[in-house]
T-cell receptor, first 114, second 118 residues
Framework: NAGVTQTPKFRILKIGQSMTLQCTQDMNHNYMYWYRQDPGMGLKLIYYSVGAGITDKGEVPNGYNVSRSTTEDFPLRLELAAPSQTSVYFC?????????????FGPGTRLLVL | AQTVTQSQPEMSVQEAETVTLSCTYDTSESDYYLFWYKQPPSRQMILVIRQEAYKQQNATENRFSVNFQKAAKSFSLKISDSQLGDAAMYFCAYRSRAGGTSYGKLTFGQGTILTVHP
């Protein structure tokens, strides 16, 4: 069982370049999330999705876009990379049912914008 | 909006000893969940323990236990018999139990780096 997978593991971007961070989960979870973690800080929510076709902004959505065409995939798009987007990006998923569901995290993507 | 504060940037403990990590939070909600996540150098976020706010009994998972003080909005993590493998960054997190599209979002504290000395 792979859980939540993310690609790439590490990427260097030049200012102004674009890229898509991939996230896939094989647990049939309804809820998926994108977080960023800046050095020495906790995670902040960028975008989330409560199901295929439904997405919403989190705390820090500026400079990012998402889509959710399938239950399994939740890609994060950076259109014009800026140095402020240098961070580690985590994708997570949860079933979303009532109760204390666990958010399962991917291994993270480290992004460096120069 | 909810906030989570971890006032200890770093803590250290001797192997086999006990250490307590502090967490406070601010919310106007009465029903919510609290979590402790561990992030080792591999960066993988691992759930350590969770607490439902409506339960008065403190959660326990093997060597990990919490002291949940709802009125004081405090949620500390106690690690007993510390092991070298416990060394990691620990994050406290809050999740609302309210419905709607905000359901499921986690709010994290800044983290506490735990060092375990042999």
């Amino acid at each position: 069982n792979a859980g939540v997978t993310q690609t790439p593991k590490f990427r260097i971007l030049k200012i102004g370049q674009s890229m898509t961070l991939q996230c896939t989960q094989d647990m049939n979870h309804n809820y998926m999330y994108w977080y960023r973690q800046d050095p020495g800080m906790g995670l902040k929510l960028i975008y989330y999705s409560v199901g295929a076709g439904i997405t919403d902004k989190g705390e820090v959505p500026n400079g990012y876009n998402v889509s959710r065409s399938t239950t399994e995939d939740f890609p994060l798009r950076l259109e014009l990379a800026a140095p402020s987007q240098t961070s580690v990006y985590f994708c997570a998923s949860s079933q979303g049912l009532a109760g204390v569901e666990t958010q399962y995290f991917g291994p993270g993507t480290r992004l460096l914008v120069l | 909006a909810q906030t989570v504060t971890q006032s200890q940037p770093e803590m250290s403990v001797q192997e086999a000893e006990t250490v307590t990590l502090s967490c406070t939070y601010d919310t106007s909600e009465s029903d919510y969940y609290l979590f402790w996540y561990k992030q080792p150098p591999s960066r993988q976020m691992i759930l350590v323990i969770r607490q439902e706010a409506y339960k008065q009994q403190n959660a326990t998972e093997n060597r990990f236990s919490v002291n949940f003080q709802k009125a004081a909005k405090s949620f500390s993590l106690k690690i007993s018999d510390s092991q070298l493998g416990d060394a990691a960054m620990y994050f406290c997190a809050y999740r609302s139990r309210a419905g709607g599209t905000s359901y499921g979002k986690l709010t994290f504290g800044q983290g506490t780096i735990l060092t375990v000395h042999p």
